[in-house]
């Protein structure tokens, strides 16, 4: 969580600068090209971030709750900071030599446009086929089977047959983090798509529908506190994991190896 509130702030941080350039106010200074790139670069980062780790929130909660009692899967969400800095890395590394490339490129022939309306730096087919692919059809499979064996899961255990857990909230909950990343981030793949399609000659609509996803992509920033933190929160009460592991008492003598409890932590 502290993560994905890193990537959400940072774009917060950004947002009154895109303010000051859209509105477009006579007699104030432009903002510098090398601002402008930074504060695009800071939209991807958090964008990709958001999905990144939203994705491993998931699979982490999903396998706390499939497997309950297996130490190796214990064991390996111990590691989830070097998964968080590998989320870091391979967020930045990608999206620095797109950006910032195709910006400077697009910028020798604009050099008025701060933040221009066609994403120069993902109309090219490597772009777009790695962002499509890596950036949101991968993690977005992954989310859907995570939360469909999460709920499958829940719903099928001995517990959830007794008054230690709300299974159809839990259910809700679930379903309603799922319906927000895919409001949030299918509107811009779909037109970032659509758009590589007409990249010769956009039409003026298509540019508007860009604008507007784009902004719906950025209310993940606004969204992810309230679908993640406070349900995290509530998910750790209705899901008791000590009563799930009492509910399988044969498989925890097999596969416990000490009394160590690995803490929910998404």
Known sequence: MTNLAIADLLLVLTLPLRIYYHLGMSGLPQLPQALCEGVGLVLLVNMYGSIFLLTCMCFDRCVAVCFPMSCRIREGRKKAPLVCLGVWVLT??????????????????????CFGDLPVYATQATAVASTLTVGFGIPLVVMLVCSWALIRTITRSAVAQT????SGKIQRMI?????IFLACFLPYHGTLAILYVHRKAVPCPLLSAYRY?????CLN???DPLAYYFTTETFRKKVDMD???RMFPL???NSEGNNSRAPFNT
């Not at 996803?213 to 992509?217: F, G, H, P, Q, R």
């Open 251 to 253: 498989n925890s003598q």
């Open 175 to 179: 379903t309603t983090n799922l319906v």
């Open 221 to 223: 920033a606004i969204l």
């Open 213 to 217: 996803s784009l902004m719906v992509a």
């Open 163 to 166: 008054d230690l857990i709300n």
């Open 243 to 245: 009563a799930m592991r």
């Open 92 to 113: 930045i590394g990608a999206s620095l030599p797109f950006y910032i490339s195709k910006r400077r490129e697009a910028s020798k022939e604009m050099q008025d446009l």
